[in-house]
């Protein structure tokens, strides 16, 4: 008898660790299920934050996603004013056709043509040994895209102005962006096109 009960008492311990065993497998899965969770969720928030930008549109329509990868755009040219600093670039489109001679030929740029000028608030260097400005605080994409037949009363070009707030990080649509708002100033240039900019020797 005594034989009988020691063979259950150690029947019923092995019971118990194979049941504590599998209590700790179960929560060692949902820590992992978990993490993974929390993990995926971390990646799926950084996706939505990195497209954010791009979903904006201007108060005509003009979508900020047309001008995707603008960041990696050929430059054009450069420019400054008292208070900004300003470098234009445009897609592979319209850089085949300044290359090719437009709008100096008397061609127009074809519609799919985008063209980008990004704007700084400059500041003195502080390391170079000379006196000169550089770009300090992003504050602004100003773009234009030709679609003659979408935009015909500005001479096929449309414009849209992005603001970047640097406390933020993040771009929103100028409320007073409206697909001409640039047609005014542009057309001063109108023979080339309404494209100030020419493409800088290099």
Known sequence: MPELVRKSLAQE???????TRTAMERIAGLTIGATAVAA?????????????????????????SDFRGYEDWAVVSSARTDEVLKVIVANPTMITAYKAGVPGNGEPF???SMIVKLQWKPKKSTEAPFVVDVPDVFIQAFVMEKDSKR??????????????????????ADPKSLSDCGHACHVAVKAKDYIFHPYEKR
Do not use: C, H, M
């Open 110 to 112: 074809r519609d799919g």
């Open 151 to 172: 935009l015909p009363k500005s001479g096929g070009w449309g414009y849209a102005v992005f603001n970047y707030e640097a406390a933020s990080d993040k771009f929103t």
């Open 40 to 64: 995926l969720a971390v990646l799926v928030a950084t996706a939505v934050y990195a497209q954010d930008k791009y979903s904006l549109k201007s108060p005509s329509g003009i979508a900020f």
């Open 13 to 19: 311990q092995q019971e118990q660790k194979i049941e």
